[in-house]
């Protein structure tokens, strides 16, 4: 069956950095674009990132742009998200979510929960 | 980038009907047909009910449907039960290459 298992999350103060990955299972993870998508602590859905099937093409929310780099190893089954200068703002549970067709997130993991606190 | 618009919280009685509005742009909501909903029970992840405006996945209930004009859409709950008390997040492309989520809608079942 599909799984998504995401990992990395952690305490950690603010300025520093942080990778997170997302390991894939049960799909030919190659064929499909992967999302990162963030919930801080009883807040909303918030759309990250996302990496295309080959790794070519990824896209970034504002709120990310030039902090963090979504990458994939398409050998290992697994997405990963960089995350750098690290602000109290991107506290939250981090997703990582398939694509199966656009815009159709049909599997999510169970998230990986980031605090960035002093 | 800005949320797409949700009311914080709607509540209906079991058996009835309830529709929740997400309101966006012409970038997003109003520029294509890329709007989904989402159901997220407490610590759990969200599950695709909508996708497409109008589509239900297989296996989602048919008391489940999505609607869209201009700039807003709306998921519409008939014959509520008890087990759809959760949150609602619609989401749209927006234009851009970029993915916008509203800002969620918790739906009491009274």
């Known amino acids: 069956q599909v799984q998504l298992v995401e990992s990395g999350g952690d305490v950690v103060q603010p300025g520093v950095s942080l990778r997170l990955s997302c390991a894939a299972s049960?799909?030919?993870?190659?064929?499909?674009?992967i999302h990162w998508v963030r919930q801080a602590p009883g807040k909303g859905l918030e759309w990250v990132a996302v990496a295309s099937s080959d790794g070519n093409t990824k896209f970034y929310a504002d709120s990310v742009k030039g902090r963090f780099t979504i990458s994939r190893d398409n050998s290992k089954n697994t997405l990963y998200l960089q995350m750098n200068s690290l602000r109290s703002e991107d506290t939250a549970v981090y997703y990582c979510t398939r694509e199966l067709q656009f815009g159709y997130f049909d599997y999510w993991g169970q998230g990986t929960l980031v605090t960035v606190s002093s | 980038q800005s949320a797409l618009t949700q009311p914080a919280s709607v509540s209906g009685s079991p058996g009835q009907s309830i529709t929740i509005s997400c309101t966006g742009t012409?970038?997003?909501?109003?520029?294509?047909?890329?709007v989904f909903w989402y159901q997220q029970h407490p610590g759990k992840a969200p599950q695709l009910m909508i996708y497409e405006v109008s589509n239900r996945p297989s296996g989602v209930s048919n008391r489940f449907s999505g609607s869209k004009s201009g700039n807003t859409a709306s998921l519409t709950i008939s014959g509520l039960q008890a087990e759809d008390e959760a949150d609602y997040y619609c989401s749209s492309y927006r234009t851009g290459s970029s993915w916008v989520f509203g800002g969620g809608t918790k739906l009491t079942v009274l």
């Open positions: 049960g799909f030919t993870f190659s064929s499909y674009s």
């Open positions: 012409s970038s997003d909501v109003g520029g294509y047909n890329h």
